[in-house]
């Protein structure tokens, strides 16, 4: 019940346009989802927009509630992988189809693990959060490039679509959720660019599902590294 209890918690401290950005996403997709069972114009099979339904909604919470340092955020995060991971495989996006099923879904436990077992002392529905420094961001931006044009190559080699924007969203996602799972405030920086990335590359492979709700998630990226850096900053100065 306690799960559930924060859960409540984190839905109450939600603002009132990040439940407008959940309205936008309901709409869209619900629509999408129309459009494939009434034999409407649609890239996407009947089955798959509901699937991107799904996804669209738990992956918008799951961003908000990360985005405060939330451990509510794990139920949605781990629903959106798996939906996510279901339309990857069927357009055939493989760099980033092997980021959401061999990095994101199992990361996503650990990292349950890991933020439960460091709540904030005031309020426990969050967790601490930490910084590094400016060394190990030079290391980390060095070695996200090199992963980059590694991927790029075998994503060429197996006929993956957009295969650069795809090969640095595997990369940079790699390292952010890495940065995530350890309570790092620097991972915002890298989501903020791979949904840049994101975006580019839903607007090249039109989806309207996935671009909006890549958008919604570059406009929290930005909103979660200022809460990040507040947090870090006011509630948890030893850095633990």
Known sequence: MSGLKNIVTSFKELKWYEWSMTAIMIFIAGYAAYQGF????????????IVNFVSAICGILCIFLTAK????????????TTTYIIYLGYWHIWGTFALELLVYFPINFISWFIWSKHRDEQEGHL????????????AIAAAVVVF????????IKINGNVPWLD??????????IVLEMLRYREQYVLWIITDVIAVA????????????????????????LVNWINLNKTRNADNT
């Open 127 to 138: 967790t601490k959060a930490k910084r590094l420094p400016m060394t190990i961001n030079t």
């Open 167 to 176: 090969a640095f969203t595997l990369s940079i996602g790699i390292a952010a």
């Open 69 to 80: 340092a939330s451990v509510s955020n794990f139920p949605f995060a781990v629903l959106n």
């Open 201 to 224: 590359m839903f607007i090249e492979h039109f989806d309207a599902v996935y671009l909006t709700k890549k958008t919604i998630y570059l406009i929290v990226a930005v909103i979660g």
């Open 148 to 155: 980059a044009v590694m991927a790029h190559y075998i994503l």
């Open 38 to 49: 009434t034999g409407a114009e649609s890239k996407n099979p009947g089955w798959l927009t």
